[in-house]
């Protein structure tokens, strides 16, 4: 089989993710061309071993170095943004498998535009490149410039537009600058009730109430739960790494080896087994500290929503599940396992045990690669800085214990099972999960940026016909390379059939719009569902928050504030087993204005705002920054879902709610707001 060595999990996602710092220094100027032409220039140090990529990249390669206008006024683009000076040098990369053309030490890029109204002369926009080393890239930050009439040079001399370009139409929308964030720049709602924000005092209505909060007692954070599923999370991917065919046979070989080398002293034995558990827990945790050390906490929350990432790791989760199926075979180079054998060899104590557990990590990579990939995927996306260290922790334990258990009670050998063709069906099987896990984050992407590529029910059809295959494969009817006949159904796999077939067949009600609850963090909102006759879902009456106060205004009732994003799986959990409630269903839609607002709505605002936050200047480009930074300032919270009821004037009516299943505890928050309201 074909041997896939550094080009993977852990390689290919976080190499790919890597945050570094000043590894490119950008300058950006204005040089008159003649004819009433000008270029933008922007001229790029890179940092020693560092490069980055060319304007024009095959498709299926890295990110290309890349202009966009957030406003362009006076001017038209002429032709394409490109390396001007230098010519790219090209290289084959061997992860993407192709030539690309990259620039060292220093690069030039220009765009050309012709001027059509001098004294209106206004450009602004970033320009995103990758830079990357032998080991990491970073991702493809922007790099602000911003131009009015006052920069362009004297010589140059305006001449009359022959087109509009449609850059221009979708970019000529001022920027702005707003101190208090105010206005209703995004007025999408979801009914639509004619209602007017013109009376509003939006300066109020963003003012920060956190101290009001504490006095209510703030509620909001949802880390600790989180981080106690991201441990177990890790120790179930333990569990299931055992029985894996790269590592259930090194159990017996493994413990028989310190029984063998302490025959007399039993309780030696027991302790070098010990000190093996300690290191490979030690190992996995660093692993996980390392994580921690290239992402920051803001780097991993905005991972969750980040078109770019989530499509890495759908495709690499998917990646993970043909391995699994055995198309290929996950391997690290051998000389890096026969340079830890051999330092096990040679070195004595409890180095040599550390060693002897760096050796199982590696030759058992094959199985726990895809395994350790995955939780690190979805520990990156919890959030939290300490998350990745967490989920090593937990996978470590449950890898460890077992090898420590024997090691006490080597009678217990006897009783496991012979490594066999199971051992390989349980690969499958993964690969069968890592393929309905990788939807999840295509769908991320695809409700974040409106593509409209899966929705529900396509989405529904997929995991169905998974889990249907993933049914007929455990009766034996389905074979994979490396599986052995199945001469007869054993009651394990028959179970697993019966319960994977009758969740295919629970799914099929969805196509119709059952809320279907066991699986509502993981599928699309029942709103991207074309056909659906379920009339028990909660709808949001708007989707902005400064028409959601005109709206309360006008009926008289107070706001309630949903802040929830297309990648939070804990609001999908809030919707479909709180909001179905029909006590809860009755307050939210008739005794509250219900205002959803998405931190990660990916949509363009009609105009860019200038903020001051913690001492430096921020820039709001879309609606999902725009409701991000509203909860941040105003709310002094960062985690969704957050729950908080209003009045008119923008101020709490109780403690704050964050993500809690308990319905009886929800509808105490309601009626809290709702009687302090009517106060």
Known sequence: MKKITTLLSLALLFTTLTFAQDEMRWSFSLEDRGNGEIELVADVLIKQGWYLYDTKIPDGGPTPTQISFDNITGAEPVGEFHASGKEAKVKFDAIFGMQIGIFQENARFVQRLRVT?????????????????????????????????ADLPATVKALASTTTTASEAENSSPLTTLQPLGGAANETTVAATPVSVSDLDSDLLWTPVVEELQQFGMKGSTAGMSLFWILLSGFAGGLIALVTPCVWPMIPMTVSFFLKRNKSDKKKAVGEALAYGAAIIVIYVVLGLIITAIFGASALNNLATSALFNLIFFALLVFFAIAFFGGFELVLPSKWTNKMDQKADTTTGLLSIFFMAFTLVLVSFSCTGPIIGTLLVEAATAGSIIAPAIGMLGFALALAIPFVLFAIFPSWLSTMPKSGGWLN???????????????????????????????????????????????????????????????????????????????????????????????????????????????????????????????????????????????????????????????????????????????????????????????????????????????????????????????????????????????????????????????
């Open 425 to 679: 069906s349980v690969k499958v099987v993964l690969g069968f999960l890592e393929l309905a896990l990788a939807l999840k984050f295509l769908s991320v992407a695809d409700l974040a940026y409106g593509w409209g590529i899966l929705d529900r029910e396509v989405f529904l059809v997929l995991w169905i016909v998974i889990f249907a295959l993933l049914g007929i494969y455990l009766l034996g009817k389905i074979k994979f390379p490396g599986d052995s006949d199945v001469p007869h159904l054993t009651i394990p796999r028959l179970f697993l059939s019966i319960i994977s077939l009758a969740f295919a067949v629970y799914m099929i009600p969805g196509l119709w719009g059952a809320p279907l609850k066991a699986i509502s963090a993981f599928s699309p909102p029942l709103y991207t569902q074309d056909f659906n006759l379920y009339e028990g879902e909660v709808h949001a009456q708007t989707l902005d928050y400064e028409t959601g106060v005109a709206m309360a205004k006008q009926q008289n009732k107070p706001l309630l504030i949903d802040f929830s994003g297309y990648g939070c799986v804990n609001c999908r959990k809030m919707e479909a087993s709180v909001w179905t409630d029909p006590r809860v269903k009755d307050l939210l839609d008739n005794e509250y204005i219900l205002v959803t607002l998405m931190v990660d709505d990916k949509t363009r605002l009609p105009e860019i705002i200038e903020v001051e936050e913690n001492g430096r200047t921020m820039r709001l480009k879309t609606v999902g920054d725009k409701w991000s930074y509203l909860q941040r300032h105003k709310f002094g919270a960062n985690a969704q879902p957050y729950y908080i009821a209003l009045d008119h004037e923008g101020k709490p009516l109780s403690p704050s709610y964050a993500y809690d299943e308990n319905v009886e505890r929800y509808m105490e928050f309601l009626e809290t707001g709702l009687a302090n309201f009517k106060k």
């Open 117 to 149: 109204d001098k004294n209106n002369f206004a450009i602004a926009g970033d320009v995103r490149a990758q830079a990357c080393d032998d080991q990491s890239c970073t991702p493809p930050l922007p790099n602000d410039f911003a131009f009015s009439a």
